[in-house]
């Protein structure tokens, strides 16, 4: 298995719902991230998971809380969300420490729109 | 903080024909890997290739393939024969190795459009 599955594909989801996207890789990567990107701009780094615990946080608003419960999953939390936070958010997942030549690989996304 | 600039918004290219887009980027550091990656309209962002800041060979798979000048901090990718399939947006990145997780920095993107 050579890919990142992410979940759903796309959100529509209200300022006051609390809803969930889901990342998920069998590659025994052990570097878990996710980005942020609007429409035509790059992708923004918002976690950096290595082994389970959290060692990147971009000053992400606490309207979004990550979450990794096991090597191969990686879950976002999303809560209270306002309509500039509608993007498409990517998970990518690398080897991990020592093994930066592979670079990372990127799931599909999700696109969110917040209404 | 490194920064990664592209500064072709846009280009074009005709099948078949060959096209090269630049990238440089700013580091104070002598370790480091660049990559070029492709996002299609299906929105996966898929990697080009690659290349080790301390090797000087530039890096070529199949048609694809980059000048790599470390002292000038420049990294072009050359899309050889190019196919209607490579019409994507293409980014530079550049990732700093750190103690326990990489970090990938993108440059702001070049559209590509290949036409008939």
């Known amino acids: 298995d050579t890919e990142v599955t992410q979940t759903p594909k796309h959100l529509v989801m209200g300022m006051t719902n609390k809803k969930s996207l889901k990342c998920e890789q069998h590659?025994?990567?052990?570097?878990m991230y996710w980005y942020k990107q609007k429409a035509k701009k790059p992708p923004e780094l918002m976690f950096v998971?290595?082994?389970?615990?959290?060692?990147i946080n971009e000053s992400v608003p606490s309207r979004f809380s990550p979450e990794c419960p096991n090597s191969s999953l990686l879950n976002l939390h999303l809560h209270a969300l306002q309509p500039e936070d509608s993007a498409l958010y990517l998970c990518?997942?690398?080897?991990?420490?020592?093994?930066?030549?592979?670079?990372?690989?990127f799931g599909s996304g999700t696109r969110l729109t917040v209404v | 903080a490194q920064t990664v600039t592209q500064s072709q918004p846009e280009m074009s290219v005709q099948e078949a024909e060959t096209v090269t887009l630049s990238c440089t980027y700013d580091?104070?550091?002598?370790?480091?890997?660049l990559f070029w990656y492709k996002q299609p309209p299906s929105r996966q962002m898929i990697l080009v290739i690659r290349?080790?800041?301390?090797?000087?060979q530039n890096a070529t798979e199949n048609r694809f393939s980059v000048n790599f000048q470390k002292a000038a901090k420049s990294f072009s990718l050359k899309i050889s024969d190019s196919q209607l399939g490579d019409t994507a947006m293409y980014f530079c990145?550049?990732?700093?190795?750190?103690?326990?997780?990489?970090?990938?920095?993108f440059g702001t993107g070049t559209r590509l459009q290949v036409t008939l």
């Open positions: 990518a997942s690398s080897l991990g420490q020592g093994n930066f030549l592979y670079g990372y690989t």
């Open positions: 590659m025994g990567h052990r570097a």
């Open positions: 998971y290595s082994y389970e615990k959290l060692s």
């Open positions: 580091t104070s550091e002598n370790n480091y890997y």
């Open positions: 290349q080790e800041a301390y090797k000087q």
């Open positions: 990145a550049f990732m700093n190795p750190t103690g326990t997780a990489s970090k990938l920095t």
